[in-house]
């Protein structure tokens, strides 16, 4: 049996939360979970993905700071949360938005994968999507999976190394909106928002969001 792709990111992720005290939380993986290429609503899985689900059936990062804590969608034997997600996202979205994607995580907003802007190991990117405030917002994050987990666990770091949270306990920076510097590192997400690969699914950005993409790339806004 091929063992699952090392996650240098998914460590990182899980070492940030037991220094920091943050709350983590996992289940074990299904006997058989799904296999990189598998068909999943007519899309191939993302060979990072799983072998995230090939380690853990579910996880729970930093939950207990509220809405910037990040839980991945269980599936494992006895739930198939992810799949029934990524099918509901389908009927509900894939229309509006113009893409097909692979639901597999989030909090007050959803973390999906990109099946289309695949690279040649067939590693997905990954998108934040707000279905919560009106207009559709898409974000990329990450050239793949285990890249997201990077960013998110520096993030997490910068979050509670932040004056403001230190004196108060409040919540002043938020991801990705105020992790541009920690995004910008991910050469292959810049690559992609420079050639404009991301451009059809952020249709609905204002000036906001184009000074969000401005400060990733390293361009003037």
């Known amino acids: 049996m091929k063992e699952p792709m090392d996650l240098p990111g998914l460590r990182r992720l899980i070492e940030v939360c037991q220094r920091l005290k943050l709350e983590l939380e996992t289940l074990p993986p299904a006997r058989e979970p799904l296999k990189a290429g598998s068909l999943l609503e007519g899309l191939p899985f993302d060979p990072v993905l799983a072998s995230v689900y090939a380690r853990v059936g579910r996880a729970r990062f930093a939950t207990n700071l509220g809405g910037v804590g990040w839980v991945l969608d269980r599936s494992d034997d006895e739930v198939h949360g992810m799949e029934e997600e990524t099918r509901r996202w389908g009927e509900m979205w894939w229309e509006e938005f113009g893409e097909p994607m692979i639901v597999f995580g989030g909090n007050i907003y959803t973390y999906a994968t990109v099946p289309s802007l695949a690279d040649e190991r067939g590693w997905q990117p990954v998108v934040e999507v707000n279905t919560y405030e009106g207009d559709l917002l898409v974000m990329p994050v990450a050239s793949n999976v285990d ?10 770091e910068a979050l509670v ?5 230190l004196e108060t306990g409040e919540k002043e920076l938020y991801f990705p909106w105020d992790a541009t510097e920690i995004l910008a590192r991910d050469e292959r997400l810049v690559e992609l928002m420079r050639a404009g690969r991301f451009d059809a699914l952020m249709k609905n950005g204002d000036d906001s969001t184009r000074r969000w993409v401005a400060k990733v790339m390293g361009s003037p806004a």
Do not use: G, V
């Open 161 to 165: 190394a932040d004056p403001r949270y």
């Open 147 to 156: 890249r997201f987990f990077d960013s998110y666990s520096r993030y997490l």
